[in-house]
């Protein structure tokens, strides 16, 4: 893993038998508690050891799973939908038309959720770089905190490059359909939402 860390499974059940993780670990402090604890023990044996800090204090946020989920569902059928776009324009013939169209209108609006986080994910990827340049000058009192930063930082950018490269090529594919089938699609997709109330 590109950060090793541990996850501790139990069930929380109080002396009087109820099942509590508020009155065993006391909520977020007393976990945060527990996990110093932990540090403060195994360090003592294994001095490499770094302890990990919080989300709270770095302000770093997580990738939602769903986007490497769609993305990648996206992406098994990149060659399907350019050869339903390729259809479309080339042939306009009545039934690969529709056939297209059905295609599209599965995938369009997963298309479009990405390519809305996409605009999401580059905001985020800026202030991240912004942050990296404007904390250069307390690198020096900050070291390690900082280079903690730029490796998770190293990581986040390497998978949302990857997710970015991939959700670029999916806005060209979408790019290529015709826009009277696009505002069809649309249409059929508003239709359909009117339609469920």
Same mark, same amino acid.
């Given at each position: 893993?590109?950060?090793?860390? =541990?996850?501790? $499974?139990?069930?929380?059940?109080?002396?009087?038998?109820?099942?509590?993780? &508020?009155?065993?670990?006391?909520?977020?402090?007393?976990?945060?508690?527990?996990?110093? $604890?932990?540090?403060?023990?195994?360090?003592?044996?294994?001095?490499?050891?770094?302890?990990? =800090?919080?989300?709270?204090?770095?302000?770093?946020?997580?990738?939602?799973?769903?986007?490497?989920?769609?993305?990648?569902?996206?992406?098994?059928?990149?060659?399907?939908?350019?050869?339903?776009?390729?259809?479309?324009?080339?042939?306009?013939?009545?039934?690969?038309?529709?056939?297209?169209?059905?295609?599209?209108?599965?995938?369009?609006?997963?298309?479009?959720?990405?390519?809305?986080?996409?605009?999401?994910?580059?905001?985020?990827?800026?202030?991240?770089?912004?942050?990296?340049?404007?904390?250069?000058?307390?690198?020096? &009192?900050?070291?390690?905190?900082?280079?903690?930063?730029?490796?998770?930082?190293?990581?986040?950018?390497?998978?949302?490059?990857?997710?970015?490269?991939?959700? &670029?090529?999916?806005?060209?594919?979408?790019?290529?359909?015709?826009?009277?089938?696009?505002?069809?699609?649309?249409?059929?997709?508003?239709?359909? &939402?009117?339609?469920?109330?």
């Amino acid at each position: 893993e590109a950060t090793p860390h =541990m996850h501790l $499974c139990f069930i929380p059940i109080t002396k009087s038998g109820r099942l509590s993780s &508020k009155e065993i670990i006391g909520g977020p402090k007393g976990l945060r508690d527990w996990q110093d $604890c932990f540090y403060e023990h195994i360090s003592a044996k294994y001095p490499d050891i770094s302890r990990g =800090m919080p989300r709270e204090a770095t302000k770093r946020k997580h990738i939602p799973v769903y986007m490497f989920k769609e993305a990648a569902e996206l992406y098994e059928h990149y060659d399907e939908i350019l050869a339903a776009i390729n259809d479309i324009g080339i042939l306009n013939n009545g039934k690969k038309k529709r056939d297209a169209i059905a295609l599209l209108s599965r995938y369009a609006p997963d298309m479009a959720r990405l390519k809305d986080q996409l605009k999401i994910t580059n905001k985020y990827v800026g202030e991240l770089e912004e942050e990296l340049r404007s904390s250069t000058s307390e690198a020096q &009192k900050l070291q390690a905190t900082v280079d903690r930063q730029a490796e998770e930082l190293e990581d986040a950018n390497t998978s949302l490059f990857a997710l970015n490269a991939r959700q &670029k090529e999916l806005d060209a594919l979408i790019s290529r359909i015709p826009q009277e089938i696009y505002d069809q699609i649309t249409r059929q997709k508003q239709n359909y &939402k009117g339609s469920d109330r």
